[in-house]
């Protein structure tokens, strides 16, 4: 009897010892919503390019080189000066020129005066010849007379015209329109031309105060900054494309300053190198660019964006959107119930802050800009307001 009464007692204790631990367990809870911004997804037509680093180049570059010895006696120009075809340069002290011009004329003058007595010495003789009261040998040397005379007369107007020449070239004018330099020579400066090799002496010497123009023999360096030039290089692996579009377009080719933020220029691509170069595996491109306002200057570093196609319609997101992970990239994509996918994506060129998907998103989708560190697939998300309206705005930038 004793042992049938102590097992309900048993049993009520075990029970009383179950109810205690269920009071205890802490109640469950469900967890809030990760915050995020989201956009949604564009459409817009981007370019397929090539990035470069490139450099402008003057269209034409002349270097201004005395063409006869002289004195500088005056400069019609000032430093930097906007310059057209014909305008005034320099000029060389004409008077010995116009001395040797002036006596050439007085030789040609004189061998003209001698060739008309042998034409008409000649003349005579010829009638003379004919009713044989001059023998042959004497027409012949009144013959060789008279061609004497008319190769000299030709010789004196070649003199002459070597000479005008000379006095033309002590006038010295821009033979491009562009842009002038810092002149290399003073007025006082006496240059000297020997053949190909010009000079710039100074009272013999050459002149302290401008070496360069003593070693080159320039005067000044005029360069066309419109349009301009702009090389830059792709790289070998990216050259057969180019030269496919080229075969069936003109590429164009969008310049811009490094620190310009303003809309790029935009030209046409002029010239493809024939060879690659060694070493460094690129081939060199030249694109023209307008730059009539002279916003870009030779010798500086643009930043050149070769255009080879056009994407019609193409997905973007903001470049702030994908994520890496082990499986390759992703985004979140947001539902209609507000929970968030986790979406494989494959991305294509970046478009400035924007970035092309080529697979794994349509036009519409709402994607997770920031806050994805705190988003669980599939679980709800609180989304911030007006995210689709900046994406739209950045996408028609």
Known sequence: MKNVIMIPVVFVVIMALVSGCEKNTPPSFERPPASVSAVSTVTQDVPVYIDSVGKTVAREVVSIQPQVSGQITQIHFVDGAELKKGDMLFTIDPRPYRAQLESAEATLAEKKAALELAKMQLDRYADLLASKSVS??????????????????????????????????????????????????????????????????SGGQQSAGNP??????????????????????VTENELTSVQQKMKNSSLKAEVRLPDDSEKPREGAVSFLDNAVQEGT?????????????????????????????????????????????????????????????????????????????????????????????????????????????AAKSEAGS
């Open 136 to 201: 042959q040998l004497d027409y012949d040397q009144r013959k060789n007379t008279y061609d004497i005379a008319e190769a000299q007369v030709q010789q004196s107007r070649a003199a002459v015209d070597t000479a005008r020449i000379n006095l033309d070239y002590c006038f010295i004018r821009a033979p491009i329109d562009g842009r002038a330099g810092q002149r290399l020579v003073d007025v006082g400066n006496v240059v000297t031309f020997l053949g190909n090799l010009s000079r710039l002496t």
């Open 212 to 233: 360069g123009a003593g070693n080159t023999g320039a005067l000044l360096v005029i360069q066309r900054l419109d349009p301009i030039y702009a090389d830059f290089t």
């Open 281 to 389: 595996g690129t081939v060199k491109l030249r694109a023209t660019i307008p730059n009539s306002d002279h916003h870009f200057w030779p010798g500086r570093f643009v930043r050149v964006r070769l255009v080879l196609d056009t994407i019609r319609g193409a997905v973007l997101i903001p470049a702030a959107a994908p994520q890496m992970a082990a499986e390759g990239t992703f985004v979140y994509v947001i539902r209609d119930d507000s929970t968030a996918e986790l979406r494989p994506v494959k991305l294509g060129q970046r478009q400035d802050d924007l970035v092309v998907v080529n697979e794994g998103l349509k036009a519409g989708e709402r994607v997770v800009v920031t806050g994805q560190l705190a988003v669980t697939p599939d679980a709800k998300v609180q989304v911030s307001e007006s995210g689709a309206l």
